[in-house]
């Protein structure tokens, strides 16, 4: 956040939000089983370890993002197969919502590729929170970086989350991204939270970082002044024409790490096992739920991509005896 140290003891929540990056390597150097053990002690110290939040995402406005976020097919810089399409009608987005709940979706998140919503960009989305809040579903949006006065009028509006990742480690950002700066998103993620707006903040693993830009990221998830109540750990999607696209994978068990870590470091944060999936396994979810993964997206689509059927997800919960809630 702007003119804060790097580094500070929130007041009074118990937290720590002083770690050292060689403190969070040594959890990922941990023994496997050794760190899935502390993880999911930490777990049921603060969660319901029967329970999954689940979460529906929608793309409102797709593609054409001035942005060059070298993981993202919605990016003008790169030629993928996206379709772009503008700002949804407000009735699409209600019945999507609507659709999201009566399959047990408990929150609604709507993502828009922009840079930054210009006001009046604001107005029909001020409308979505409403209209999607009077459906009985929590709302999220994450529509690029924010002013002050933007994160104002969404919590007016009712807004309950906002989604602003810092996606990967300050030194790996660079390789990542140029047309935004790693202050640029914490400062608005200070303006999210002192609108009073929860705070969703995670990041992208699989793009080709090594072990300590995951614990950089981590880090300073955990470093910040409060902890986002949120954190989606995404495993890439490889999308065709990105940059990205031909990356290696990751160590499916270094995916689980992340999870485990995230959840030591954030205890009382819901871990959102987001992107990738698909290409994973039922084990390897199973894992990540272990490991103290307690969220999910739900649903047939991401933003842009695919995500396991609804039915699929379903019998998982069932096989490993979890409630979505
Ligand atoms: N444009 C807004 C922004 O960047 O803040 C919101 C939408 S953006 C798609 C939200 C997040 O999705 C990104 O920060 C990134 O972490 C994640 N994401 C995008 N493309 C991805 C991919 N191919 N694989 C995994 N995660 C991805
Ligand atoms: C987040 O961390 N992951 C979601 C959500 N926040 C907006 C998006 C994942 C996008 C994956 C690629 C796509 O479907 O376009
Ligand atoms: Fe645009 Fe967001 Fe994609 Fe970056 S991640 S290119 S900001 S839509």
């Avoid at 999870?259 to 290409?279: D, N, Y």
Wanted: glycine share 8%; aromatic share 6%; charged share 25%.
């Amino acid at each position: 956040m702007s003119g804060q140290p790097a580094f500070e003891v929130a007041a009074g929540d118990g937290l720590r939000h002083d770690w050292r990056r060689d403190e969070v390597l040594a959890l990922f150097a941990r023994p496997f089983n050794d760190l899935i053990f502390e993880a999911q002690q930490v777990h049921r110290a603060h969660f319901d370890p029967g329970e999954v939040q689940v979460s529906t995402l929608l793309s409102i406005k797709t593609g054409a993002c001035p942005e060059d976020c070298a993981y993202c097919p919605q990016s003008a810089h790169y030629k993928t197969e996206l379709e772009v399409e503008r700002l949804l009608p407000l009735e699409q987005v209600v019945e999507a919502a609507r659709a999201a709940r009566a399959r047990g979706a408990s929150r609604f998140c709507m993502g828009a590729a922009w840079r930054r919503p210009r006001d009046k960009d604001l107005e029909p989305v001020l409308d979505m929170i409403r209209a999607v809040k009077a459906e009985g579903l929590e709302t999220c949006v994450t529509l690029g970086m924010l002013t002050e006065a933007q994160t104002e009028r969404l919590k007016e509006a009712g807004l309950d989350y906002y989604n602003h990742n810092l996606d990967t480690s300050p030194e790996f950002y660079g390789e990542i991204i140029s047309t935004r700066t790693y202050q640029d998103r914490l400062e608005t993620l200070g303006h999210v939270r002192d609108a009073g707006i929860h705070v969703c903040a995670g990041g992208i693993v699989g793009m080709g970082e090594d072990r300590a830009d995951q614990a950089g990221l981590l880090q300073e998830l955990a470093n910040l002044p409060r902890h986002p109540e949120s954190v989606p750990i995404n495993l890439l999607v490889k999308v065709e024409g990105t940059p990205l696209s031909e990356v290696e994978d990751l160590d499916p068990f270094d995916f689980v790490r992340n999870i485990a870590v995230a959840r030591i470091l954030m205890p009382q944060s819901h871990v959102r096992l987001s992107a990738g999936r698909e290409a994973m396994s039922d084990e390897l979810q199973a894992l990540c739920f272990l490991a103290g993964a307690n969220s999910i997206f739900y649903g047939e689509k991401l933003l842009t991509t695919g995500n396991p059927d609804a039915d699929h997800d379903r019998r998982l919960f069932e096989r490993l005896g979890l409630r979505p809630v």
